[in-house]
């Protein structure tokens, strides 16, 4: 281990001296721009857990995300903030892809595109519905957000790569840009990484009772009769309290160790962090190649492998569970119409199983058209029927004046966007806000005229199963 992080701290000090090459340029075309330089340097490293990076990063910067698909051998981790922008109002994707491009096309650039995130990556994440009633719980976690993290390690397989990112003004100093690169690879880069076991039996609140919940989807179940809407999804929530505090790698590796076919994701801001282990890709940009999900209905797995096959069957041929999957999907090929060719899509769902629940997964792909980036994609899909509704307008209006919950970014697209426009976001689904003693936990369903207030309400409660068991949920 110790070799590995020699290694590491070579590799690095040899990009800082890159970057000081990068950063003359950078100073002469901040003159010529009058405003700040992006530099960004990219060089292989020997493999490192970049979840470890985020464990020890804790205590040294605010600005942390870490990404992973585990079944895929891909982890992610950036710490700290070269250039951010927060991006509000239903705009909020278009704004936040032009100022992207406009850093990212200025930018002084060393990567070997070879090396897996090579290159300037922005973290992203944005919020539900920018127009629901807000409260204060995600004062950190504005309505759009891309934060390009000064130093990024990225692990596929047995190849790694560190990327070290900084602005550069006319007047910067190159002994500035210097040490805090240094800095941070001192502080950093140290010993093993070994996760703590999560908490157990922490109590569970919940926000609203049940009882009241269960209201809501009956009120929803008669407007949908009534003819008002084909599908809404309404969302719960419910709150864990820790006497100590909450260990949010922990529950990171114990999301990867159990959902390894999820998205694992987190952002940390402040004193805070969302986190969780989603299966459903939104979007995916990758070589002019889009990929999307269409994941809708859903039912436990069983204690046995034929309690499990009967139960895969009766989700198949479910009208209920199949109706809601069908719309979805539709909407899905609908919304890609005018931004790809070649679209593609099976005409029979599979299942998709993890860990406690599966799910009626089919998958859509396309081929990019014209100069579109990842968030375009994003601004056309989100939110799918599967976390909003249909009609999309009345669905989140309906949502907006009933649910009673500020969902914030549960259920909003999160990820990563490159400087090529390319990126990948997951649907922020099983998933939590946590602070440092306590946790807000989210899970919903769709809704629709056949549903049933209990089984929906017995629904939740196995898709908070992830969330509970990671942060030691009674």
């Known amino acids: 281990m110790a070799m590995i992080h020699v290694r590491v701290a070579t590799a690095a000090l040899r990009q800082v001296a890159r970057m000081e090459e990068l950063a003359e340029v950078a100073r002469e075309r901040a003159r010529q721009l009058a405003r700040p330089i992006l530099v960004s340097v990219t060089a292989p490293v020997a493999p490192d857990d970049p979840l470890a990076l985020f464990a020890r990063a804790a205590g040294a910067t605010h600005n942390r995300f870490f990404w992973s698909r585990p079944s895929d051998g891909l982890a992610v981790a950036g710490l700290g903030s070269a250039w951010d922008i927060a991006a509000g109002g ?36 944005f919020a539900f519905d920018p127009l629901r009633p807000s409260s204060g719980l995600w ?46 690879l001192r502080d950093l880069i140290g010993g093993p990484w070994r996760a703590a076991r999560p908490a157990e039996g922490l109590p569970i609140e919940e926000a609203m009772p049940a009882s009241a919940w269960r209201g809501i989807v009956a009120d929803a179940v008669a407007d949908l009769r009534a003819g008002a809407m084909e599908k809404v999804v309404l969302a719960r929530e419910v709150r864990l309290h820790a006497e100590s505090d909450i260990d949010i790698p922990a529950a990171l590796e114990s999301l990867r160790r159990d ?35 269409g994941l809708a209905g859903s039912i436990a797995r069983g204690s046995t492998p034929s309690e499990d096959v009967r139960l895969g069957q009766e989700l198949l041929s479910s009208p209920k569970e199949r109706m809601e999957h069908a719309l979805v999907v539709g909407m899905i090929r609908t919304a ?22 599966q799910h009626l997964f089919t998958p859509v792909t396309g081929r990019i ?58 649907v922020a689904l099983r998933s939590a806000l946590v602070s440092k003693r306590e946790a807000a936990l989210f899970a919903g369903c769709g809704i629709v005229s056949g549903s049933d207030p209990a089984r929906e309400e017995q629904e939740t409660q196995l898709k908070l199963r992830p969330m509970l068991g990671a942060l030691g949920g009674g």
Not at 90 to 115: H, K, N, Q
Request: proline share 7%; glycine share 10%; with cysteine.
């Open 336 to 357: 890609l119409a005018d931004l790809c060719t070649n679209i593609e899509s099976p005409v029979e769902p599979i299942l998709m199983k993890v860990r406690n629940i």
């Open 90 to 125: 239903e705009g909020r994707f278009a704004s936040a892809a032009a100022a992207w491009r406009d850093l990212v096309g200025t930018a002084c650039v060393d990567a070997d595109p070879s090396l897996p995130f090579a290159g300037p990556v922005a973290a992203a994440g």
């Open 139 to 184: 004062a950190d976690f504005p309505d759009g957000l891309l934060f390009l993290p000064r130093m990024l390690l990225a692990r596929q397989g047995d190849v790694a790569s560190l990327t070290f990112n900084g602005l550069v003004g006319s007047d910067t100093s190159s002994v500035n840009l210097y040490l805090s690169a240094t800095r941070r």
């Open 259 to 293: 959902y390894p076919d999820t998205f694992v994701f987190a952002v940390a801001r402040g004193g805070r962090a969302f986190l969780g282990a989603s299966p459903e890709r939104l979007v995916s940009l990758r070589d002019g190649v889009v990929s999307a999900s």
């Open 369 to 426: 058209t014209g100069s579109r980036s990842a968030l375009d994609l994003v601004a056309a899909l989100h939110p799918t029927p599967a976390v909003g509704g249909k009609p999309r307008d009345v669905a989140l209006e309906w949502i907006r004046a009933h649910e009673r919950l500020d969902r914030g970014w549960y259920a909003g697209p999160v990820g990563w966007l490159d400087a090529k426009g390319e990126g990948e976001f997951a």
